[in-house]
């Protein structure tokens, strides 16, 4: 489960029609979300929230032994009007990652009027600058800035952490990101604070997308960059039928002067977009709507890391709604070492009641699986068609899509297992007006000791029976 402050960057993305998703160091998240989930540790609790539309708080406390826990503070030039922060009303798949639909490549931004919301956005209640951007309106002043988002966490007991972020947009296609981690030095030390920071430029058009990276540790240099095949969204922006499928090539090269060290790979991505598994009403032209290609999203990765020889691929696809399934095999030429992982997530949904007066027969699915009933119109004593009450320009309310009409997320369950019978169990869900995170960790039992990354410990691995390898609960409340 995500937490609250990595909730709020999201909503802060999309506020500024940022695709986080068109990157190359997301090329593999789809199959990350399903196999890649982490168990909560120990119990944890946090409170959480958005008290303006500007500010937002964030406190967690976990015991294991010994008390720790944060202090987490977050300011962001842009309202963020349309992000829930109450725990009853933020959509459980918004902070539960699991089977992420790719969608088909858009312009970065689009100008509200006139104006971009990145040109300026209106900041209530700041005193009035000296800088000409400022106006007053009313009694009330208020200041023109450029989008921007800080972020500050501070990790507790000693030894502490301080993490920082800043986020600002320069203009419609390029953000820049400034990460800052100090730590405290050991007790009774004198030595300085062990800090670096992380720079990061990215430029996004959609049609591709390229990001310089420089780290002060080891003067580390980076850049990562996803190439989009078809159409190019800043030229075909009215497209007569939609994309069926999307296929995207990327590289990364790190290199750094002071250890010599060099490092790169490269990647493919090949995944079906909601027009794919979109039904055709039987009144729309087949010429401008071509039949789907595919039932069933999925979506297909091939990663290679050159220098390392590591090879892996992954296939994820999208059985139903609810249901999701995952599978990444790795292999490496130089060492004959191999990796298998399989995972799946199960969602359990609340029905909700919107409208009384339809009457489901409870053979919608069937006509809906066979094709032979007419979407334009709805036989007696049978539900509309969902195709009816979603909007056609918004392809994502189809099988694609992460929400359903009528419906709510309720739970998930995810499990996932490798080649040496390591388990993952993992539980998400609302309780009352929290929301609960419980996992537990399974594997073999041996002599030799190896990092486990469910507990973040060191514990037996190989052969003989099973045993736990970490068990732990997540609370969180925000308001």
């Not at 402050?5 to 999309?14: H, P, R, S, T, V």
């Not at 998703?21 to 199959?31: H, I």
């Not at 209640?125 to 000296?130: F, H, M, N, R, Y």
């Not at 010429?287 to 590591?310: E, N, Q, R």
Request: proline residues 7%; glycine residues 6%.
């Amino acid at each position: 489960m995500l937490e609250f402050m990595d909730y709020i960057q999201l909503g802060f993305a999309e506020a500024t029609n940022w695709n986080c998703d068109n990157s190359y160091s997301s090329l593999n998240t789809t199959a990350q979300s399903i196999l890649d989930f982490s168990t909560p540790e120990r119990f944890r609790i946090r409170l959480s929230s958005l008290s303006t539309p500007h500010f937002a708080t964030s406190y967690s406390l976990g015991t294991v032994g010994l008390l720790d826990g944060s202090v987490s503070y977050l300011f962001s030039t842009v309202p963020l009007y349309n992000t829930p922060s109450r725990s009853t009303l933020i959509p459980l798949r918004k902070i539960s990652l699991g089977y992420r639909q790719v969608q088909a490549p858009v312009l970065p931004v689009q100008s509200w009027g006139s104006d971009s919301i990145l040109d300026d956005v209106s900041i209530p209640g700041l005193k009035e600058a000296s800088s000409s951007r400022t106006s007053k309106e009313g009694d009330q002043t208020t200041e023109r800035r450029k989008a921007s988002l800080l972020h500050a966490s501070l990790h507790l007991p000693s030894p502490t952490t301080l993490e920082a972020l800043f986020l600002r947009r320069i203009s419609s296609t390029m953000q820049l990101s400034l990460a800052v981690c100090s730590t405290q030095g050991p007790p009774l030390s004198k030595s300085a604070p062990q800090a670096s920071m992380l720079a990061q430029l990215s430029h996004d058009t959609g049609k591709y997308c390229n990001e310089y990276l420089f780290s002060t540790d080891n003067a580390l240099f980076g850049w990562r960059g996803l190439w989009n095949f078809g159409p190019d969204p800043r030229y075909d922006r009215h497209k007569s039928s939609p994309a069926l499928s999307l296929l995207s090539a990327g590289a990364e090269a790190y290199y750094s002067p002071i250890s010599s060290l060099l490092g790169m790979s490269t990647g493919l991505r090949f995944s079906t977009l909601p027009a794919a598994t979109n039904v055709p009403s039987s009144s729309s032209s087949y010429t401008s709507h071509p039949a789907p290609i595919s039932t069933f999203p999925y979506t297909l990765t091939l990663t290679l890391a050159p220098v390392t020889g590591s090879l892996s691929t992954t296939y994820s696809l999208r059985a139903s709604p609810n249901l999701a399934f995952s599978s990444r095999f790795g292999f490496n030429v130089y060492s004959w070492e191999s990796e298998m992982v399989a995972g799946c997530e199960l969602w359990r949904r609340k029905k909700v009641l919107t409208n009384p007066l339809i009457n489901d027969d409870g053979l919608e699915w069937a006509r809906r699986k066979m094709r032979l009933h007419d979407f334009s119109t709805s036989l007696p004593n049978s539900a509309p068609s969902s195709t009816l009450l979603s909007d056609p320009a918004h392809p994502e309310s189809s099988l694609a899509s992460d929400d359903h009409s009528g419906e709510d997320n309720d739970s998930v369950i995810k499990i996932r297992v490798d080649q040496s019978w390591n388990v993952r169990l993992l539980w998400e869900g609302r309780v009352k007006e929290l929301l609960v995170s419980a996992g537990v960790g399974l594997g073999p039992r041996s002599f030799a000791l190896a990092p486990s990354i469910s507990s973040g410990g060191s514990v037996p691995s190989g052969g003989g029976p099973s045993y736990f390898h970490g068990v732990g609960v997540s609370v969180m409340y925000s308001s």
